[in-house]
């Protein structure tokens, strides 16, 4: 980081200015939620605790020092331990360990600084069992644009967002529950993420080499997460980030087999997990038409006039889509996704239907734009000055659910015309595992287009994929059938290799609709073992009684 370099880098004898618990971030903070006072100057002072205060007292604005062989570094009133690596010279990270959410369990938050102007948010939170044993997942939402802090507070995080974001109550049906999980917000300007001028990141590649730095670095500071099997999972335009950045660190894997270097970390990467994805845009615009009239939960009559208009726009959509997937140019990819959204997610907007959950009406004046009212709950809460100052986020910075200037900068360079399909038979075949799951009443990432997308996607596992039917997908606490399931790969006592899930009775954020059933698959899926247990009935059948 060119600032900190400029700034002398004091080290100080340790004990004597630390009157402070052996952690240094041992605060014990309890959130008071007071949204009134939100809008002061200055504020984080206010809301340290006085363990913190004492330490950060007399020190300067990006002042740096070590203590216990750590360094820290002082931002904005705030402290943090300051993360470095040899092999990332122009990235560090910056962290704080808040105490919300879950108090239970470890975490760690806040930013990795990329050069000297790109700032990624993030959250951490320890497996609630076995954190030494369990995997790591990352987490992405989509948009482009919005905050992993959906996934966090209202899906399948520790804590689900209440009462008008006043506060949160606990999730019993967190996937941290048998995982450690990070949700990131990235690019830079999204969620609490930032740039400090006018940087912007508009394209899932450049995204992709960002979040590579991230785990190298995170993992270097905690090596114990590193070990397990790492998972990167994302829902709806995650469905083109995930398999752009889990490429890059399955090149990077590959590179360091042929050039080992001690400084960086192989990362164990297993699988590559899409909820509601938008990841080959040539068939699953196509599917539009055919699931809002002919879906499971048609909005539309199929003899409608915008059914008809609907269907004839397909094959531009689709010659526009083929241009950008041929010319892999802005100039070819930009017109294709103006088009197809215009003409065929349009459609699914004007509805009056929530397009993220078919079954639902959606009044944007009452539940907000995204059709949810939590999106503002969330809003409320981490804007709150002490749960941002907890978390290590300058009490100034505006948090936003989506950011559309970032959204905007996206669709304007044509990101989400590419296939993104196209990078995942290279992981596959070298035995990444690929899941991907959908919520069926989901309008915008529909799961008619996902399993077409999966059917059509060349890997050592197609042929097979192909012949495989639909069987039941029953939860084992529950007993319930959640879904159905196709998988290849599998051999009656493994989840598959690629494997395809439609959940039933869920919307695009199928682990608010559905927590249990989504507890239940992604726990089967992270453990490795079928999510159908009929062939293993089946092969016990096959034993003789002893
Ligand atoms: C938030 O909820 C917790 C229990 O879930 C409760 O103990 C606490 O008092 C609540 N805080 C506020 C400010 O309502
Ligand atoms: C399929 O997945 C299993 C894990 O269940 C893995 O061991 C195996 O290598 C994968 N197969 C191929 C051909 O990559």
Known sequence: MKLQRLLPLAILATTSVLAAPSSLFEDAQQVVLGGAEAKFKGIANQYLSEAKQAILKGKKELQTWYHDGKEFIKQNNLLYELVRHPAFSSYSLRVTEPKLCDSAVKQMSGYLDVADDKHLFFWFFE??????????ILWLNGGPGCSSSTGLL?????CSIAEEGRNVTYNPHSWTNNANIIFLDQPVNVGFSYADGSTTVNSSPVAGKDVYAFLELFLKRYPKYSTQPFHIAAESYGGTYAPNFASVIHKANKELKLRPDDSLKH?????????????DPYIQYASIPDYVCEGPYAVYDPESPQCQSMRTKVPTCQRLVKSCYNFNSKFACLPAILYCN??????????????????????RSKDGDLCYKQM?????????????????????????????????????????????????????????????????ADMMC???????????LETKFSEEFRKTKGVPWVTLSGGNVAGKVRSAGSNSFTAGNVTFVEVYEAGHMVPYDQPEAALDLINRWIMDVPLSVQDVAAEAASIPPL
Request: charged share 20%; net charge negative; glycine share 8%.
């Open 127 to 136: 497996s609630r069992t076995a954190p030494a044993d369990a995997p790591l």
């Open 154 to 158: 209202f899906e399948l995080g520790p």
């Open 267 to 279: 990362i164990n990467l297993d699988s590559v997990i899409l909820g509601n994805g938008q990841t």
């Open 342 to 363: 215009s003409q065929l997610m349009g459609p699914i907007v004007q509805s009056g239907r929530n397009p993220y959950d078919a079954r639902r009406p959606c009044d």
């Open 376 to 440: 503002t709950w969330i809003e409320n809460w981490l804007n709150d000055p002490k749960v941002k100052t907890t978390l290590g986020v300058d009490p100034e910075r505006e948090f936003a659910s989506c950011n559309m200037e970032v959204n905007q900068a996206f669709v304007a360079n044509g990101d989400g015309a590419h296939n993104s399909a196209a990078l995942l038979p290279d992981l596959v075949n070298d035995g990444v595992r690929l899941l991907v799951y959908a919520g069926n």
């Open 446 to 456: 529909n799961f008619i287009g996902n399993e077409r997308w999966l059917d059509a």
